[in-house]
């Protein structure tokens, strides 16, 4: 998916003119992709495993900070069993990528989550 946002103001905003300017906390541009795999290796046992990539360009955090980009990039690996049972072992943002998403008040920021891994054991039924 590919989006595209043009977030400004129009007039006056508690007397200050932020006519033209951004809308803080918004992207201009994002672009998602993710593809899918799932490959039997016989009628009880197949490989299965996602990419996911996300990248999120221009905006600003405020009104006068310009967002840093962000490529994030999410893949799991692992098996599924008698197409019911999934042991899936996976990492989230394989970069670490990590990006001001918020501005408090007092100035502290709050960022995007670092790199995160683990495994997941799912079934049907």
């Not at 490959?39 to 996602?50: F, N, Q, R």
């Not at 996911?52 to 967002?67: A, H, K, S, W």
């Amino acid at each position: 998916s590919l989006g595209w946002l043009d977030p400004k103001y129009s007039g006056v905003s508690f007397g200050v003119p932020f006519s033209n300017r951004m809308i803080p906390y918004t992207r201009s541009w994002t672009f998602n992709v993710g593809l899918s795999a799932n490959y039997p290796l016989d009628d009880d046992l197949a490989l299965v495993g996602t990419f996911n990539y996300r990248l999120e360009r221009g905006g600003v955090l405020d009104l006068v900070t310009n967002y840093d980009d962000l490529d994030k990039v999410d893949l799991t690996a692992g098996v599924e069993f008698n197409h019911s049972v999934r042991l899936i072992g996976y990492v989230n943002n394989v970069s670490d990528d990590r990006v001001a998403q918020f501005r408090f008040g007092n100035g502290a920021l709050a960022t995007s989550l670092g790199r995160t891994y683990g495994a997941l054991l799912s079934t049907t039924f």
